[in-house]
């Protein structure tokens, strides 16, 4: 794609007032527009070393409001980063409804310099081409607008700045023995930022390449593709088009979504509620569990081992409780548990997948959500808190989430705690009568209990959806609560166990 | 404090649950009052290593709805935290109203330990006390409830757990080299734990020393402690006593209040408003200021000093206007705007100053404020978003909370923007006149105007109590706008320049 840029264009000065000018005028009216219909938008600066990213991306800003914008600098992971997936720091930077994330650096750094400088196999690289895509697909179904700039300049106009800021005293501490030595090595970068651009060029996340010799032309063509996507972008949201729509137009040979194969699962009908234990039994199994448990905990620690523990279940199957036991085995400075309420105001402007990746757990800990991202399919499909579009796309997107986190390394069990109904209400009204428990239960809780076969088919297709071998799910029979939290820690501690021993 | 500790305590198994089952139900209970009363918590673990922190704290969360708590484990600071205030990392971990933070070690770390290992001076020691008592005052003062536990053992045990964790393959790692080196300087911890609880033994925020050979004892201590405390916060609630009150029973020995010396400042009546540029004048000026400031800033960069600039002034003074002048001769990589608008659900359930230590720079970066804290003494106060008596104590606050980020090593410049109410309306008609200015008016903006002379008077007392030598307020005359943005240009030069040449 660098080779079809001709990097001569320039604009003289009058030329550049007359044009831009008016630009940017538009630019900070359309920002207003940006904000009044909520568009979320994503920006990345990429590029050479020396192309002018900050100074271009300096005057950009200049042209907007700070309070719907903010820049984020991709330096090298700090150590705390480097505990998390690789596009964790970049999820939670993306942007609420109405608001700009601009990236000076990106995601991209751990492609192609991460390519070019050796540090991934080839495997790797093509893994991350499709995250990437798959990030950017994921955001832009959300309504999210993605524009990506390459700076570009020839290895001679990166030599040349470089000097230039080597010779002054007060830049020259800019330009480093890296830089030196991968201007020398242009043309290897050159080749991977093709190849890479070729493979994450979409039809919902273009790249710009932007001539950036002359100052002025790049300004220019940087202003002219931003206010074009802007405007595109609110057109396509005007027509109430779809934005998965976007996703048609890229050819097969950059991005195709991935495909997973599903554990066949029984509908809740069909899994009987009979099993139980007597306190004895229970009392004997949890010792033994939470002390397997704990010891496999310190295993984790050391490992470097992320745990992810999701737990499903009707109101009043037990969550809590069962919770507790693996809890109880676990060394607090060593794991969370992540309570999922209806999300806030400032949750519900960002894609719905945001507030889980923030709440991660960093590699080593476990954290243990009650209740999950599948609310997307459950909650929000039968109350119409989400479109039918997006729920029904949510089952491959919540796949591409979990094989996200399973590549990362982290070991994945969901568990669907099940009782009946009669069991439920029996739990209910005993809520009722206990003054310390009354607290637990909520208007809400009887107004689900009424949507109970609506509940049942979204659980269903969502056990038969999101079922896959990474992360498979775990119906728990939780009519008695002792089996449910004895059954839990089982499959909990059989999953580690693999994980260790595949190490 | 811990010569008077008796160490021998302990409780049979048969005592432990008679005496702490209803402990743990009556705590489960409470934590619901908690929540509904929206008090806020802060519970804090020190102790000796392997007095069972970890065990402990474990025990406690599992009597607690993890809805209402989170659990932080304090250990070095990672790279992000090191370029930032000391207290940054515990101050953005403050909990919301009705919720609790555990800290699993915590900000005393970087007192009696560093203290210990010779990392700090006496001076500095003396500084971290000052700041830390003021910190919890802080919080006491806008109802937090503090608990803090130093778990205690004695040398002989401390030296018998780790000999018994080093002795079990799945443990030893936890017992480090520095871990012996510490049991067998224990006297020189002892003391320094002594020193530095004697000195931050407040009556708003209190040592309780938790004899820690028995688990069952500790555990019982702890139930007792946290359930006393809670009840006795909940009853001065319940009385609407101010918070404020407590403070006058810690001795001046252990803690006073820092005074400030104060610079004199003139009422805005008497500031004139007659000052302005040319245009050329303006042109030149701004070029060779800009070009100054983007060099200082590569040097700000190099020596890791952080820049706070503060902008307040009258709605349409032109804080945004000017804002972008100083913006756009810095790297867009190394400075923020942050826009303070109203506070969201969230950061009102904090304690106020929570969302600008949330928003303060790194190291060798600048923030940018678009109105700031201030908003405590002037909108909070006029529109009574907030009690007359927090108010009034924000002064206070206010001077304390720049006296931490100056003692940080950061430049702190303060710009009131400063015009005249027929130029304000000039100003607000333009507004309205103007299409792509329209959104930068509403309503609020007029109902603002008419209350010009409270807004008068609260300026001149926040001007009077808050300049201090450290954090100096800067009037800026701003009936013309080319003079004011030149006049707040220089003024942040000449700050910046100081700092470098004392360094």
Redesign the interface.
Known sequence: MLDQVNLDQKLSKAEYKQLCSPLK?QL??LQ?TVKEKRLPMVVVFEGWSAAGK?SL??DV??TL???GF??Y?TVAA???EARKPLLWRYWIKIPAEGNMSLF?RSWYQDLYIAQTEQEIEDSEWERRVQSINTMERQLSDEGYLIVKFFLHISQEEQRLRFEKLADSK??S?RVTERDWKRNKQYRRYYKAADLMMERTHTSYAPWHIIPSHDKRFALYRIYSTLIDSIQKALERKERKESPREQLKDTPASVYVPKTFTLLPMPSLQEVPLDAKLSSEEYEAELKKAQKKLK?LH??LY?EEIPVIVAYEGWDAAGK?GN??RV??A?????Y????I?AP???ELAHHYLWRFWKNLPKTGHVAIF?RTWYGRVMVERIEGFCSQDSWQHAYQEINEFERELCDWGAVIVKFWLQIDQEEQLRRFQDRMNTP?KR?KITDEDWRNREKWDLYEEAVNEMLARTSTDFAPWHIIQSQDKKFARIQALHILIDAIEAKLQAL
Not at 336 to 339: I, K, L, R, T
């Open positions: 005028k900070s009216v207003q900050g991306l300096s800003i200049l409001d700070p309070r903010k820049v600098s700090d150590s705390a000076d007060n830049t501490w010891k310190n295993s050391r809590g919770i507790k809890a109880a676990l060394d607090p400075r060593g969370e548990v992540v309570p309420a806030s105001k400032e009650d310390e607290w």
